[in-house]
């Protein structure tokens, strides 16, 4: 990158943050809502440890109740505040802690990679009958793919956090993959903002085909899983072939 090039980045940056200063700003009571917003991260970090330390008594108890845990691995993260910023401008939302709270469901977020499709219906159900966690949506991009491809299920949900002034319940969003999905979303993510977002048709319809053929994976390995499974004499009912 030239000098001039990196000097008119910077700069364009530096726009881009006076314009997200100025629409903090331009609320009255902008200082309360700053202190407020300091409290957030920590607020949803606990809420992410809540879920995690849920999540591993969900894995230790598979794998003592059925030898084999299905979860390959979890990911969580916290929202950046300026992506935050954005998405609320996006879907047209005033800047307050009110409506971050109310519209903005993935503050808090958690990636959990399972082994099987099956693994993951199996999981949310479970999640569905929980006392200590409210499912408070549930998008199935598995069952509908998005028109890219794209597979996933994602679920709204609250965990519940004991603080001085009472019981809170924090939002967060978990998406449930397989490890076949996970790697084409993780594909699709880096040639997506490769190509600036704007992705060639070629390109766009090669996508679709690699989703159709990790969808053939995933169910491939699930008849094996079950074949093996019958002729071990150790088939549980879960692991009856999809739609049944």
Same mark, same amino acid.
């Given at each position: @990158?030239?000098?001039?090039?990196?000097?008119?980045?910077?700069?364009?940056?530096?726009?881009?943050?006076?314009? +997200?200063?100025?629409?903090?700003? *331009?609320?009255?009571?902008? =200082?309360?809502?700053?202190? +407020?917003?300091?409290?957030?991260? &920590? /607020?949803?970090?606990?809420?992410?440890?809540?879920?995690?330390?849920?999540?591993?008594? %969900?894995?230790?108890?598979?794998?003592?109740? +059925?030898?084999?845990?299905?979860?390959?691995?979890?990911?969580?993260?916290?929202?950046?505040?300026?992506?935050?910023?954005?998405? @609320?401008?996006?879907?047209?939302?005033?800047?307050?802690?009110?409506? !971050?709270?109310? $519209? %903005?469901?993935?503050?808090?977020? !958690?990636?959990?990679?399972?082994?099987?499709?099956?693994?993951?219906?199996?999981?949310?159900? $479970? /999640?569905?009958?929980?006392?200590?966690?409210?499912?408070?949506?549930? #998008?199935?991009?598995? &069952?509908?793919? #998005?028109?890219?491809?794209?597979?996933?299920?994602?679920?709204?949900? &609250?965990?519940?956090?004991? /603080?001085? +002034?009472?019981?809170?319940?924090?939002? =967060?969003? %978990?998406?449930?993959?397989?490890?076949? !999905?996970?790697?084409? =979303?993780?594909?699709?993510?880096?040639?997506?903002?490769?190509?600036?977002?704007?992705?060639?048709?070629?390109?766009?319809?090669?996508?679709?085909?690699?989703?159709?053929? &990790?969808?053939?994976?995933?169910?491939? !390995?699930?008849?094996?899983? *079950?074949?093996?499974?019958?002729? *071990?004499?150790?088939?549980?009912?879960?692991? *009856?072939? =999809?739609?049944?």
């Amino acid at each position: @990158m030239k000098e001039d090039d990196s000097t008119q980045v910077t700069l364009n940056q530096l726009q881009v943050h006076v314009k +997200d200063l100025q629409t903090w700003q *331009s609320s009255e009571d902008f =200082a309360r809502q700053v202190e +407020d917003f300091k409290t957030l991260p &920590a /607020l949803y970090r606990h809420a992410l440890n809540e879920l995690e330390n849920k999540i591993d008594v %969900i894995k230790t108890e598979w794998q003592v109740r +059925d030898g084999y845990c299905p979860i390959e691995h979890i990911k969580s993260r916290i929202k950046e505040p300026k992506s935050i910023l954005k998405k @609320m401008q996006r879907k047209g939302h005033e800047f307050t802690l009110e409506n !971050m709270e109310l $519209h %903005i469901h993935d503050i808090a977020g !958690m990636r959990i990679v399972c082994a099987f499709v099956k693994d993951i219906y199996r999981l949310v159900d $479970h /999640l569905c009958v929980r006392e200590d966690i409210r499912v408070l949506e549930i #998008k199935d991009y598995i &069952a509908q793919p #998005k028109p890219n491809g794209y597979q996933s299920l994602h679920v709204i949900i &609250a965990i519940p956090l004991v /603080l001085l +002034d009472g019981t809170r319940w924090v939002k =967060a969003e %978990i998406q449930l993959r397989t490890l076949a !999905m996970d790697f084409w =979303a993780s594909m699709e993510h880096i040639l997506y903002y490769k190509f600036d977002k704007q992705l060639p048709p070629h390109v766009a319809e090669e996508l679709k085909e690699a989703a159709r053929a &990790a969808d053939e994976l995933d169910q491939k !390995m699930l008849r094996l899983r *079950s074949e093996i499974l019958e002729l *071990s004499g150790g088939s549980r009912p879960t692991d *009856s072939p =999809a739609g049944e």
